[in-house]
């Protein structure tokens, strides 16, 4: 899971600014940086939602991300919702707002694999090009595979391949399983740790 700040030339302007001032009374960068810690996916479908998260408190290096695996139901519809959010702070600051107030600067890439149709994104930005916050999707058969999620910042919307161009403002992968509808219920969730790339 990579985890950067969200506003890389404000913390730029910040370093030139605090070099350029030899006297600087004001709060330290770290009150002006905006973090994402935390993915968190909520999954609406098959009767029942439920919600994953994949989270690194510290950021970049330090203790190692914790994502959890996410378990759904085959061959079901799922609606996605998908929220970032700042859990170095308290209380947990909700950089999904920011996100959406910046949507032309911002979109939500997803990569599946096994038996998960991709996700169809279902709001715009305001310049009425996809922002990827919502989306549907159908799963496919039971079995495993992955879900990356990424956060792209200022990536080209124009471009066949968006998801290529930009800078990464966050993302992880997780671990999917899906189940058959046996009315049995669904295991517990699994928690994995990952290393930091
Ligand atoms: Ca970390």
């Known amino acids: 899971m990579k985890i950067i700040a969200l506003k890389m030339p404000l913390l730029a302007l910040l370093v030139i600014a605090m070099l350029s001032c030899e006297k600087d009374d004001d709060n330290g960068p770290d009150n002006e940086q905006e973090l994402i810690t935390t993915i968190s996916l909520k999954f609406t479908g098959g009767g029942q939602t439920v919600t994953f998260t994949a989270e690194d408190k510290d ?3 330090g203790a190692a991300p914790v994502i959890q695996a996410i378990t759904l139901k085959a061959n079901t519809d799922y609606t996605l919702s998908v929220s970032f959010l700042d859990a170095s702070k308290t209380p947990t600051e909700d950089i999904t707002t920011e996100v959406k107030a910046e949507s032309n600067d911002h979109l939500v890439c997803y990569v599946a694999t096994g038996p ?5 994104i279902q ?5 009425g090009k996809p922002l990827g916050l919502e989306s549907k999707f159908k799963t496919g058969a039971a079995g495993a595979g992955s879900f990356k999620v990424t956060l792209k910042h200022e990536a080209d919307k124009g471009n066949a391949n968006a998801c290529s161009t930009g800078e990464t403002d966050a993302e992880a992968t997780f671990n999917v399983t899906y189940n058959k509808k046996t009315g049995h219920g669904i295991p517990c969730p699994v928690f994995i740790l990952t290393q930091v790339i």
Do not use: E, R, V
Not at 116 to 120: L, S, T
Not at 123 to 127: C, L, P, Q, R, V
């Open 123 to 127: 709001d715009t930005d305001a310049g």
């Open 116 to 120: 998960m149709g991709a996700p169809q």
């Open 59 to 61: 950021g970049d290096g």
